[in-house]
């Protein structure tokens, strides 16, 4: 039996997978793949394919001969030799039967057994796309939701070991995201979808991708939104229109799509765990609202020296802002404008 993959904790998605196991540790892990999702499913915030990326079939090979006369004998041959500690032949038993006989019953339970042994093995890269082979191809005549649940650990212990015995790191991140992607498209409606989906989204935004990560988390609100992982979304999908506002300062659109969702996210969770933190951003990016409006007045007033346009623009702001600390100011301003005042030098 492949042993239990533990992994330690990396400071970025710490706090989101820590939940995702927690939450993922009260959802089924039986079923025989009743889950299964269909190709026209599609994930925003997720890689794109152009062209069909499902595993080619496997075709018999020189490399892989049989040693015996019928699947069922293959079969036992090569549990005879894993069991003997012959992995190296067990392997390659497994893979000959799965090639020479796709078709038998026998098939998918070698499959299943050559992706435990390189698992048992510690290849993880391998071990997880045998088992993608496992749900591409035999996904009815094998314990569906267990295989999903050791892609899901896998996916987990290489994020969290990617670097060498040195600290340095041996890749980039976006490998790990397209595994963790591929268990969503395998299973985008099963239980364990939303949780992964926050990791996924964790990792965009650790890679600076906080676009796209955005993409994510509104994807996971949009088909979970009843879902325990729907709060954090929420929240995180907050923070990073927030973060991009703030870095795009200029970008009026930017600003009132976050502060309309911060305001919607709290109108549907009033009591939202979070809600101290998305009220203060909603203040500072309120406050940004006023200042990129009363600036655009100005502009239209002293810049382009446009009297008709910079009318406009003050009554706007008034009829928007008309709290605000700049108030009084446009209000004197506007009335020189309308006594036929030119516009400032």
Known sequence: MAPVIRFRTAPIVASLLAAAAALYGQSSRTGTGMNRGYASDTFDGFESFETDTRLPQKKTSFWFSTSAASPDKQLAYARAKEAAGAKSSARKGYEALVREWPTAPEAAEAQ?????????????????????????????????????????RIANHLLHNNRSMFGWKLSGLEPIRERF??????????????????????????????????????????????????????????QCRYELSVRYSY??????????????????????????????????????????????????????????????????FLTEFAESKYAPEVRARLAELEAGAPPRQ
Not at 185 to 191: C, G, I, K, L, Q
């Open 112 to 152: 299943y057994a050559l992706a435990r042994l390189l698992e048992s093995l510690q290849k993880y890269e391998r071990a997880f796309d045998e088992y993608q082979y496992l749900l591409t191809y035999y996904a009815g005549h094998c314990p569906f939701n267990e295989v999903l649940d050791r892609q899901y």
């Open 181 to 238: 992607e591929t268990i969503v498209r395998n299973a985008p409606r099963s239980a364990i979808a939303p949780e992964v989906m926050l990791v996924i989204g964790g990792i965009r935004v650790s890679a600076g991708e906080r676009q796209e990560a955005v993409s994510v988390y509104d994807g996971l609100l949009n088909r979970f939104p009843k879902s325990p992982q729907a709060v954090s979304a929420g929240y995180l999908a907050a």
């Open 251 to 316: 970008n009026e659109s930017r600003c009132r799509d976050a502060i309309g969702f911060i305001k919607a996210t709290l109108g549907r969770t009033p009591a939202h765990p979070q809600k101290e933190q998305m009220t203060a951003w909603l203040n500072e990016l309120t406050a940004l609202l006023v200042e990129q409006n009363y600036r655009q007045a100005v502009f239209y007033d002293t810049r382009q020296r446009n009297a008709g346009s910079a009318k406009a623009a003050y009554r706007r």
